[in-house]
């Protein structure tokens, strides 16, 4: 259905009326576009270094010892093509708000990118313990290929792991772009600054949020929903936030965060061995071997009830969310 004549003139008014709000001098109406960083060009080089580090999972075609390096060679080339110029066009937006990169732009993406591309057999490594840990902690994974293809906990993951190299060296702009991706694709958003230990499980995963300053120890299993946050910060003098501080928890090793449990503050931890249970909401630091579960007590008060599981005790058989919450068995998996 073609537009009218009139509709076509009002819609003419309306351009020349956006085009002039691009005059007012905000945030917003920047026209350095091209001079920011390409997400297209930056999501294309993390899917190469995706391919790289499981090369025999995503090939197309016949992979041998004798073609594996050319074709390693291949995706490895492309990423750094793209990402050097990608990293360049950060540097340089963040230095002076756009403007063509100049040499030491270059210089810089070159030394962090070889930097970063010799960590890829230890980031294969890490990647292949969290798979091994996804497949053994869940009884509905049939096959370590199905844990790769299909689970969004070895997505974000995998993403994160390569973001935080870059985020280590100082890359504005583009880490946080790969885990915003991720973060799309998965439901699971990992900042990339967050540290992760060995062997990490993000079961479902949707809605799981990891801030900038969490530390996650070895052997952590962590359920749908849960939120490693900060609580309100505090301004400085004139206002803005003190960004420079720890303000996210630190999670011990073997700890188990179960669906819906929220964690908040920089100076909160939760010990070695403890099991928070779902829904839990906690601003305070955890003992080691401690669980904690929720529960609405008389009056509909919200209860935190904090019991020992140290080995020395007899070990009571744990209680999982859904009993937590109904008071009944759950159901088989």
């Known amino acids: 259905m073609k537009t009218t004549t009139e509709a076509q003139t009002q819609l003419e008014r309306i351009v020349d009326a956006v085009a002039e709000s691009y005059g007012n001098g905000r945030i917003i109406d920047s026209l ?55 990293i360049a066009r950060a540097v ?122 969490a530390v996650i120890g070895d052997d952590v299993k962590i359920y749908q929903g849960v939120t490693l946050g900060a609580l309100s910060l505090p301004r400085d003098g004139m206002g803005d936030l003190i960004r420079d501080s720890k303000r996210h928890p630190t999670i011990g090793n073997g700890v188990t965060l179960y669906a819906g449990a929220t964690v908040l503050g920089g100076d909160t931890s939760i010990g070695d061995g403890s099991v928070i249970g779902a829904n839990v909401w906690l601003t305070r630091s955890v003992p080691a071997n401690t669980r904690v579960t929720y529960s609405q007590g008389s009056g509909g008060r919200d209860d935190h009830h904090f019991e020992s599981t140290d080995s020395e005790r007899p070990p009571a058989r744990e209680s999982s969310p859904f009993e937590t919450l109904t008071g009944r068995r759950a159901p088989s998996r």
Do not use: W
């Open 32 to 86: 350095e576009s091209t001079a920011l960083p390409n997400e297209r060009k930056i999501v294309d080089a993390l899917g190469c270094l995706h391919h790289v580090i499981y090369m025999g999972f995503y090939s197309t075609r016949v992979l041998t010892p004798v073609n594996l390096r050319h074709h390693i060679g291949e995706h490895l080339h492309n990423a750094f093509d793209a990402l050097l110029e990608q």
């Open 92 to 213: 340089v937006y963040q230095r002076q708000r756009g403007g063509t990169p100049g040499k030491q732009d270059i210089d810089f993406g070159a030394e962090v990118l070889t930097d970063m591309f010799a960590c890829i057999p230890r980031l294969r490594e890490e990647m292949s313990m969290d798979v091994e840990a996804t497949y053994a902690a869940d009884p509905s994974a049939k096959a370590i290929e199905e844990v790769v293809f299909s689970y969004p906990g070895i997505r974000a993951l995998t993403t994160f792991r390569i973001a935080h190299e870059l985020y280590l060296r100082k890359v504005p702009m583009v880490p946080r772009i790969m885990t915003e991706h991720a973060h799309r694709q998965t439901g699971i958003d990992i900042h990339p600054g967050a540290v992760i230990g060995k062997r990490c499980f993000i079961d479902h995963g949707t809605g799981v949020v990891i801030g900038e300053t």
